[in-house]
Nanobody, 121 residues
């Protein structure tokens, strides 16, 4: 089995910073794309940032210049450094990874359990 575990959420004042981490563990053969999504109350889950296995990144327009996604392939971990946080960044943040398990020839998406980020004004 494969699981993703996130950490690093919390409460921060506007203008502050947080760093989220997400580690994949279990019977993993390879990890392709990894990314972060967020979902605010009453809204759909939206992509925030993504990174390929080779390190190419892309970001939602709303976070460009403030958030940085990175990964450590040796640790099966993806990070989201969030700076200059705004109240509108408040949401549950989820990581997603496209993984091929040891017992499979197929890639599938796995999700973390989510971590709350709250930005106060």
């Amino acid at each position: 089995q494969v699981q993703l575990v996130e950490s690093g959420g919390g409460l921060v004042q506007a203008g502050g910073s947080l760093r989220l981490s997400c580690t994949a563990s279990g019977s993993i053969f390879t990890i392709n794309d990894m990314g972060w999504y967020r979902q605010a109350p009453g809204k759909q889950r939206d992509s925030v940032a993504a990174i390929t296995a080779g390190g190419s990144t892309n970001y939602a327009d709303s976070v460009k210049g403030r958030f940085t996604i990175s990964r450590d392939n040796a640790k099966n971990t993806v990070y989201l450094q969030m700076n200059s946080l705004k109240p509108e960044d408040t949401a549950v943040y989820y990581c997603k990874a496209r993984i091929r398990g040891l017992a499979s020839t197929l890639l599938r998406d796995y999700w973390g359990q989510g971590t709350q980020v709250t930005v106060s004004s």
